[in-house]
């Protein structure tokens, strides 16, 4: 934060972003909880675009509904054009920190009304994904954090510290709600927030955060590159029965084990592991007449199988009971494993 103070950096944060990627929009919308980071980004927002605040309550504590219609008059009184509370029933596989994250981006995807939306994760939240990512060891697609423009999601505060926002509702008188979730030693989150990174940072002697926000952002590039190839290869690769094994052979492995990830994701496969994904990419490198990978799947008491038959890769339905193991392990669930962006990023439950 410079000499001109934490609602002038916002700004001119928020304003950078909309000149690279929004330039057109006339309109936007920010998703509001009422907690610092996005009371101050509604706050900024409003004094550069037509904005719409949707404040989303999820019913999971207990006086959520005057927590949303609080936000939703502060939203008022900050200037923006519309407020609207989106109540959501959270419910679904993967627990509820993940139920959570998908009712509420369910409820935005279909009240933006065609609009970006402005997302208010900071640089804080980007480092405790990156973590959370190295963690789990699920790649390099979960280490390479969230990306700042990923339409019609947009977080223009990537770059900023959480310290700015605070600064910034203090300048501006701002009440912020404090979500109990944030100080709740219960979530995996919470303890990297005030147990590892402040740990990190005394050994280390400081910029971890900054580090890991740089180190999510290399990788960002990487993996776009990569995912180019990908969808190049997908072309050559697919076919209306599955996937072609000879040209698949002749992918380099990054790329590969990168269409089988398209291809079962776009066959409906959910909570997919890199041990899942390298089995099924042994069904090439390594073929000997093996049976096939099984994969969850969010249908009913079903699971999905890719097995090799000929010259083909192809997916198949199989039915299970719910105490169905797969050699010896559970079923597995949404938001395990690969599927880390939407899983892992932070957000309140109210």
């Not at 504590?61 to 609080?70: N, P």
Request: overall charge neutral; aromatic content about 4%; some cysteine.
């Amino acid at each position: 934060m410079d000499r001109q103070g934490a609602v002038a950096d916002l700004s001119a944060a928020v304003a950078a972003f909309a000149k690279e990627y929004l330039a057109t929009a006339d309109h936007w919308c920010v998703a509001l909880s009422g907690g610092p980071d996005s009371l101050a980004l509604t706050a900024v927002a409003a004094g550069l675009l037509p904005t719409t605040a949707l404040i989303v309550d999820h019913g999971l504590q207990g006086g959520s509904a005057a927590i949303a219609a609080t936000a939703k008059s502060q939203a008022e009184e900050l200037g923006c054009v519309d407020a609207q509370v989106l109540c959501v029933q959270v419910s679904g596989d993967g627990g509820p920190e993940a139920a959570a994250r998908n009712a509420r981006y369910h409820a935005l995807e279909a009240a933006r009304r065609d609009r970006p939306v402005l997302l208010a994760h900071t640089l804080d939240d980007q480092a405790e994904t990156v973590l959370l990512g190295l963690g789990r060891g699920s790649g390099a697609r979960s280490i390479a954090g969230m990306r700042r423009y990923d339409p019609p999601w947009c977080r223009p505060l990537l770059g900023m510290r959480r310290g700015v926002t605070h600064a910034a509702c203090a300048e501006l008188g701002l009440a912020a709600w404090d979500d109990p979730h944030n100080t709740d030693r219960r979530f995996t989150r919470t303890r990297l927030r005030h147990e590892v990174l402040p740990l990190m940072e005394e050994v280390l002697g400081g910029g971890v955060a900054e580090a890991l926000a740089r180190t999510a952002t290399a990788l960002r590039e990487d993996t776009e590159l990569v995912d180019a190839l990908i969808a190049q290869a997908m072309m050559t690769s697919a076919t209306a029965e599955g996937l072609d094994t000879r040209a698949l052979a002749a992918l380099p492995d990054p790329v590969r084990r990168g269409v089988i990830r398209s291809w079962l994701l776009a066959g409906g496969a959910i909570g997919l592991t890199d041990k899942q994904i390298r089995g099924v990419n042994r069904l090439i490198t390594a073929w000997r007449g093996q049976g096939g990978v099984a994969v969850g799947s969010a249908l009913r008491n079903q699971r999905l199988v890719a097995g090799r038959s000929g010259g083909l890769l192809t997916l198949r339905r199989e039915p299970v009971s719910p105490a169905t193991m797969q050699w010896g392990h559970p079923q597995p669930r949404s938001g395990d494993g690969d599927a880390q962006r939407e899983d892992e990023e932070p957000g309140p439950q109210t």
